[in-house]
């Protein structure tokens, strides 16, 4: 038992989760009994803020599944959350300490299994944090979990995460997830709505993402995505906008291989590159 632990990118100071108490998939069992009143009044004022900024903002499938997680005042027990889930999709959430390894990350997904991080922000970090907490993995990402497409999408990622990492090409593969689960935008009838986790956990950006005339969005076109670059400690520069979920899963069907030969002989877009043909 035991993993090293895990660091993408710069970052001043050691991840805080325990790897020692995490099994060779890198889960570990949520600790509940850890958390302390003051976690579960973090996680009881964060799902309070957020809620209230949903109308209007959010995609309606995700307002819709968002009281599947249950309990509002305090942190919930991932078993009461697997219960129904389970029932829903055939998903499960399974706790790890933190950002883990792409290829777990991968196999995860591809068993239909989440991960989520089981420690939360301090207070201190209440309106920003870097990293993914259980507020941003539970809040985030487990809603939409609930909807049998978007579940399916998902797994499609990580059975494609793990050719990928094979090809070498996991940076192309992720910034389809970020630009997709993590920073999503889709259309409704009614307007723009945000369904990606990211955004959908953050105070800020919820509103920006979906109302501020300053960012790029694009129709979600697969090469687009996969030549742009993202910057993780900003709003995003750009977003890419679906019209529904079945566009997720249509275009994870084909084989990326060739797309990624092709890819590898061309720019890439920076977060902030305007493109002038098609920008909304
Ligand atoms: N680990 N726990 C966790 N959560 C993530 O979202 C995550 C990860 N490891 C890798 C990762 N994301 C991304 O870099 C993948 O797209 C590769
Ligand atoms: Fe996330």
């Given amino acids: 038992m035991g ?4 660091v993408y990118g710069q970052s001043s100071r050691p991840p805080r989760g325990d790897y020692g108490r995490c099994g060779a998939d890198y889960t570990c069992p949520q600790d509940f009994a850890a958390y302390t009143p003051q976690d579960h009044d973090t996680y009881r004022r964060l799902y309070e803020r957020q809620s209230a900024l949903l109308p209007g903002l959010a995609a309606d499938a995700f307002i819709a599944a968002l009281p599947s997680l249950g309990a509002r005042d305090r942190i919930p027990r991932f078993d009461e959350i697997n219960e129904r889930l389970w029932r829903a999709t055939r998903w499960e959430i399974v706790g790890v300490p933190g950002l883990i390894p792409e290829v777990p990350f991968f196999t995860l997904l591809a068993n239909r299994k989440f991960p989520v991080t089981d420690w939360i922000r301090t207070p201190e970090e209440f309106d920003y944090i870097v990293e993914p907490d259980i507020f941003h993995d539970l809040f985030g990402h487990v809603p939409l979990l609930f909807n049998p497409v978007f579940a399916d999408y998902v797994q499609r990622y990580g059975q494609g995460g793990l050719k990928a990492h094979g090809l070498g090409a996991c940076e ?10 993590e920073f999503g935008l ?8 945000a369904y990606g986790a990211g955004i959908l956990s953050s105070a800020g950006e919820l509103p ?3 109302t501020s005339p300053e960012p790029q969005r694009l129709p979600l076109q697969l090469e687009r995505t996969m030549r742009t ?3 993780i400690d900003s709003f995003q520069k750009t977003y890419f906008v679906i019209d529904d979920f079945e566009q997720l899963f249509d275009m994870t069907a084909p084989d990326f291989a ?10 890439e877009f920076a977060a902030d590159a305007r493109d002038a043909a098609v920008a909304a």
Avoid at 186 to 193: M, V
């Fill in 3 to 6: 993993q090293a632990p895990v």
């Fill in 172 to 181: 192309l593969l992720s910034r389809l997830y970020w630009y997709t689960i």
């Fill in 186 to 193: 889709i259309r409704q009838p009614d307007g723009l709505r």
């Fill in 208 to 210: 920006y993402s979906v």
């Fill in 229 to 231: 670059r993202y910057q």
């Fill in 258 to 267: 060739p797309i990624y030969q092709r890819l590898a002989g061309q720019p």
